[in-house]
């Protein structure tokens, strides 16, 4: 069955750090480009952060530049999400998301994750 | 960034009626258009790409239309199934971006 799962959600005071973890299987995780997409309550999504499938290539929001940093292993088929300076702008609902191999798809996000609550609170 | 307005927010339809959903793109996005389906306490699920392309198992009922910065999906015979929030994406230029969002309910 082809999922990502994530973990490492949970209740922080602003300025803090997390580290979001997303664990694939049912695919070959090491081809593909995968997503970090957020949303925060009763709004749309919002596009985080962007990883190659060789690690090599890495794009942000500019709401997360330089506070945020994604990476990926390819060998534990894992990739992460290292939240620094947390805002309560930040709470939201983290998913990763696959990108599809396609060439017409390319843009999109064919697989989903669950999700992992972050709520920036003091 | 291009901003994505969708409207209406939300839609009171009947099951069975024809449901009618509008994505704006405040600047031109070609056909680089997708719409997701989320259903509470689910994941965004991807329906649509290419503005009319279904993903595989999507039911016929749905369909797409448009190009440039205005798009449509529309639902031709609504099932009780299909009541969720639809989400229009434009995937043209970095960064993507998504719209607030369709509710479908009764």
């Known amino acids: 069955q082809v999922q990502l799962v994530e973990s490492g959600g949970g209740v922080v005071q602003p300025g803090s750090s997390l580290s979001l973890a997303c664990v694939a299987s049912g695919f070959n995780f090491s081809i593909y480009g995968i997503h970090w997409v957020r949303q925060a309550p009763r709004k749309g999504p919002e596009w985080v952060s962007y990883?190659?499938?060789?690690?090599?290539?890495?794009y942000y929001s500019d709401s997360v530049k330089g506070r945020f940093s994604i990476s990926r292993d390819n060998a534990k088929d894992t990739l992460s999400l290292q939240m620094n300076s947390l805002r309560a702008e930040d709470t939201a609902v983290y998913y990763c998301?696959?990108?599809?191999?396609?060439?017409?798809?390319?843009?999109?996000?064919?697989?989903w994750g669950r999700g992992t609550l972050v709520i920036v609170s003091s | 960034e291009i901003v994505m307005t969708q409207s209406p927010v939300p839609l009171s339809v009947s099951p069975g009626e024809r449901a009618t959903l509008s994505c704006r793109a405040s600047q031109s996005i070609s056909r680089n258009l997708a719409w997701y389906q989320q259903k509470p306490g689910q994941a965004p699920r991807l329906i649509m790409y290419?503005?009319?392309a279904r993903v595989a198992g999507m039911p016929a009922r749905f369909s797409g239309s448009g190009s440039g910065t205005e798009f449509t999906l529309t639902i031709s015979s609504l099932q009780s199934e299909d009541l969720a929030v639809y989400f229009c994406q434009q995937y043209n230029k970095w960064p993507y971006t998504f719209g607030q969002g369709t509710k479908l309910e009764i």
């Open positions: 998301a696959r990108e599809p191999l396609a060439v017409t798809k390319r843009g999109t996000f064919d697989i």
């Open positions: 290419g503005v009319s």
């Open positions: 990883i190659r499938s060789d690690g090599n290539n890495k």
